[in-house]
Nanobody, 124 residues
């Protein structure tokens, strides 16, 4: 199971840190990623990290967001800085146990497990 938390209301330019805690069989995932879905829009890729620490970001997240993992705590984090109103969305974490070509990880179908989502609202 994956449990996402840390969402909330923040002003534009502010920061939030999201957490994704893994339990059960998902704890040995090769990849953990973050996606987001704004009202009326499709779910979109934000960032992903591998067990080895390789990271991959969307263009909108690059330079503002940082994904990291703490294997001992079985938790993956998404530090979001310089938030913009267009970052408002429900953020989901997802995990994939098996290996895959890195470029495939920007697709939601590449992930096997999903958390319940946490709402991030950025006010202007």
């Amino acid at each position: 199971q994956l449990q996402a938390s840390g969402g909330g209301l923040v002003q534009a330019g502010g920061s939030l840190s999201l957490s994704c805690a893994a339990s059960g069989r998902t704890f040995s995932n090769n990849y953990v990623g973050w996606f987001r879905q704004a009202p009326g829009k499709e779910r979109e890729f934000v960032a992903t990290t591998s067990r080895s620490g390789t990271t991959y970001y969307s263009d909108s997240a690059k330079g503002r967001f940082t994904i990291s993992g703490d294997r001992a705590k079985k938790t993956t984090y998404l530090q979001m800085n310089s938030l913009k109103p267009e970052d408002t969305a429900v953020y989901f974490c997802a995990a994939r146990p098996s290996s895959v070509i890195l470029s495939q990880l920007r697709n939601a179908y590449a992930y096997d497990y999903w958390g319940q989502g946490t709402l991030v609202t950025v006010s202007s």
